[in-house]
């Protein structure tokens, strides 16, 4: 690599290996803190109570649009019913022809009037039990959202433990990385996205720590027989060894 090294560069780059690892550790405790499952599986509640809901939403919607439809009509009547009181009791009133025609024209508007408020009272008894599920429902949905924040809360607070964790990890990884060559720390570099993180391992007996694997007895006696300072690498997963 150009640089003479020496074994205990190879120590500290299992150091800085080692606070990498931490420090890896730490993102995926904070990406996957169990209070994001939680949400989501609370989120997802939500979404299948709305969605039951939507049917019942829309039928009372529907009768509301109706009621109003037939009380704008009861409203009209009302007003033609004062209107021809008003013409039959009236001074102007001077045939009894069209007192007779008046007074048959109000009776048959009363008459209306009498099936529309019952048709408005029917139309209100199928919304209140419609009413009192959708309110049912929106209440446990608004009691789920405030568990939501609760979580929120929670994930927070623990999300600010884990950064903090994390800076102090990140503030030790500087020396480290300043006590190893330059060339070696960009071997390590190069191969720790490549092997999920891990760029170097020990070799303890013949097997590598990185992945594990025994290695075959030829092939430790050859890498044993490899001068101290040499970089030597696993032949099954890629890993520089520190013997």
Do not use: F, W
Not at 38 to 65: K, T
Not at 170 to 196: K, N, S, T, V
Not at 198 to 208: E, K, M, Y
């Amino acid at each position: 690599m150009g640089e003479d090294l020496s074994m205990s560069d190879l120590e500290n780059l299992l150091e800085l290996q080692a606070n990498d690892t931490a420090s890896d550790q730490l993102r995926h405790r904070r990406a996957n803190l169990p209070e994001r499952a939680e949400i989501l599986r609370l989120e997802s509640s939500i979404a299948d109570r709305r969605s039951a809901i939507e049917d019942p939403a829309e039928q009372r919607a529907a009768l509301v649009r109706d009621q109003r439809r037939l009380e704008d009509e009861i409203g009209s009547i009302s007003d033609r019913i004062t209107s021809v009181d008003a013409q039959l009791y009236g001074s102007s009133m001077t045939s009894p022809k069209e007192a007779q025609a008046l007074q048959a024209d109000l009776e048959s508007l009363r008459r209306r009037l009498a099936t529309l408020e019952d048709e408005v009272l029917e139309l209100m008894e199928q919304v209140e039990p419609l009413d009192a599920l959708l309110a049912t429902e929106e209440s446990a949905i608004a009691e789920v959202e405030d568990e939501i924040a609760r979580v929120r809360v929670t994930l927070g607070e623990h999300e600010i433990e884990l950064d903090a964790e994390a800076a102090a990890v990140a503030a030790a990884r500087a020396p480290l990385a300043a006590g190893i060559p330059d060339a070696l720390l960009a071997e390590y570099e190069r191969l720790r996205p490549l092997h999920g993180g891990v760029a170097v391992a020990r070799l303890s007996g013949p097997t590598c720590l990185g992945c594990h694997i025994s290695l075959a007895a030829a092939e430790v006696d050859r890498l044993r027989r490899e001068p101290a300072d040499a970089i030597v690498h696993c032949p099954d997963c890629g890993c520089l060894l520190v013997r």
